[in-house]
């Protein structure tokens, strides 16, 4: 059936929303604003993460040449500190290793080279050594070959037992030194020589300890009155 409200409209009832249905109204629009708010903001900040991304790797691809630089630098100068050290330890034997290193050439044979040499200071003091602290010289060498006889006969070269050739030899090389210490050796293949092989072995010499050099006696100036009495 159709109804018709014949009132007056000042007089007519109005139908209100009901507060249940305007707080889900409310609540819906509010909850849509926050989502549509947070997935701007999200987005943003995806785009800036993105950003400083970029930024990063490129200062990483910045940056990865000085630390190669850096790295190599940092080997160079440990490299320095390590001769520096070596000069040190060289200079407070008071041996003149030049003249001894030419004493050695001299008597070093042909098939017999050096991989490293060292002089190891030692704490320890030697009784009756004087001032100076004792050291070692430590060669790490090679000989060609697997001839044992070898490595014999350059031990007796050092020694100066076998004369080498040259205006020095092996007695003017040990003079020096108060031991040759005995260490055994090993055999590795070595292709870059002829033989493809070589024994490898390592020779300790201790340096004989150096008396300290005697002080200088102080001269007394002479004298004016002293004069006069000559």
């Given at each position: 059936?159709?109804?018709?409200?014949?009132l007056?409209?000042?007089?007519?009832?109005?139908?209100r929303?009901?507060?249940k249905r305007?707080?889900?109204?409310?609540?819906a629009v509010?909850v849509v604003?926050?989502?549509?708010?947070?997935?701007?903001?999200?987005?943003?900040?995806?785009?800036a993460?993105q950003?400083?991304?970029?930024?990063r790797?490129?200062e990483?691809a910045?940056?990865e040449p000085?630390?190669?630089e850096?790295d190599v630098?940092?080997a160079?100068l440990?490299a320095?500190?390590t001769r520096?050290?070596t000069?040190?330890?060289?200079?407070?034997t008071r041996l003149?290793?030049g003249?001894?290193l030419?004493?050695?050439?001299a008597?070093?044979?042909?098939y017999?080279?050096f991989?490293?040499l060292?002089l190891?200071?030692s704490?320890?003091?030697?009784?009756?050594?004087?001032?100076?602290?004792?050291?070692?010289?430590?060669?790490?060498?090679?000989?060609?070959g697997?001839?044992?006889?070898r490595?014999?006969?350059?031990r007796?070269?050092?020694n100066?037992?076998?004369a080498?050739?040259?205006?020095?030899t092996?007695?003017?090389?040990?003079?020096d030194?108060?031991s040759?210490?005995y260490?055994?050796w090993?055999?590795?293949?070595?292709?870059?020589?002829?033989?493809?092989?070589?024994?490898k072995?390592?020779?300790?010499?201790?340096?004989?300890?150096?008396?300290?050099?005697?002080?200088?006696?102080?001269?007394?100036?002479?004298?004016?009155?002293?004069?006069?009495?000559?």
């Open positions: 059936m159709i109804e018709i409200n014949l007056p409209e000042e007089m007519r009832k109005v139908d929303t009901s507060l305007l707080v889900c109204m409310v609540a509010i604003s926050a989502s549509a708010i947070g997935l701007v903001m999200s987005l943003k900040q995806y785009r993460e950003s400083r991304n970029r930024d790797k490129a990483v910045r940056l000085l630390a190669r850096y630098l940092s160079e440990d320095i500190e520096i050290g000069i040190r330890e060289i200079r407070s003149r290793w003249r001894k030419d004493q050695l050439y008597v070093l044979p042909e017999v080279w991989e490293r060292e190891k200071k704490t320890a003091r030697t009784p009756g050594a004087g001032q100076g602290p004792a050291a070692t010289l430590v060669l790490e060498c090679y000989a060609a697997a001839n044992e006889k490595y014999s006969e350059f007796r070269m050092l100066g037992e076998v080498g050739e040259g205006p020095y092996g007695e003017d090389f040990f003079s030194f108060a040759l210490d260490s055994g090993s055999r590795e293949d070595f292709p870059e020589t002829e033989e493809g092989v070589a024994l072995f390592k020779l300790e010499l201790d340096v004989k300890p150096l008396a300290p050099a005697a002080p200088a006696t102080p001269k007394r100036p002479v004298l004016a009155s002293q004069k006069g009495k000559e």
